[in-house]
């Protein structure tokens, strides 16, 4: 919905190499307006996957957000599953404009091959956009709060939730604060389901 509202965001998305459907409501998008997505991908399923893959190889990974200590005890956290990880370097999100560069540096320094950015959107997407030309790594993901899954600072949905498509609602259940965010999910349903209206015209 943010990008359907910003012009701008939307133009940066689409610079991106890979969009994935984070969320069931862009997969039940794509099946109203007839370009079916064949099922939802969310950012923490897609990093633990990358996790299975890099851990026993030489990549280098960085994990880049979160408060203060959260990196740390992911890494932590991570070393236990993934024994042969090899974690270079960790920075939290807390950052001031200028400090970008330095950021960028750090990064660089740590010869990391993958970067997860985990800033939360739209936060991580405008970052990886504004930095990606003078990164040195190969990857780099947004991956929203999955580190503090990681570090165990906050708790993924029961698998049920996963595979229903209710993730959002048992977030909603264990932050009510969300309720503001949420309410933008009958006006993206009714968005997509007026562009179908719309197709089916045309």
Not at 5 to 26: H, M, Q, S
Not at 112 to 122: E, Q, T
Not at 134 to 163: H, Q, W, Y
Request: with cysteine; charged share 30%.
């Amino acid at each position: 919905m943010h990008a359907y509202k910003n012009e701008e965001f939307a133009d940066l998305l689409n610079r991106a190499d890979l969009l994935t459907a984070d969320g069931i409501g862009v997969v039940y998008a794509s099946k109203i307006l007839k370009k079916p997505i064949k099922e939802r991908a969310a950012g923490y399923d897609i990093a633990r996957k990358v996790l299975e893959k890099i851990n026993y190889t030489d990549h280098k990974l960085f994990l880049f957000g979160g408060k203060p200590g959260v990196a740390e005890t992911a890494k932590k956290n991570l070393e236990k599953d993934y024994p042969d990880l090899n974690i270079v370097g960790m920075r939290n999100g807390y950052f001031k404009p200028e400090e970008e560069p330095e950021i960028v540096e750090e990064i660089n320094n740590s010869d990391a091959d993958i970067v997860f950015v985990c800033l939360g959107a739209p936060k991580q997407e405008q970052w990886i956009d504004r930095n990606a030309a003078n990164l040195k790594a190969r990857v780099a993901m947004g991956i929203g709060g999955s580190l503090d899954v990681f570090a165990g600072t906050a708790e993924r949905a029961p698998e049920f939730f996963c595979n229903h498509g209710l993730e959002w609602l048992y977030r909603l259940y264990k932050e009510p604060w969300r309720i503001g965010r949420m309410m933008e999910l009958p006006k993206f349903a009714a968005t997509v389901v007026a562009k179908g209206k719309k197709y089916k015209q045309d």
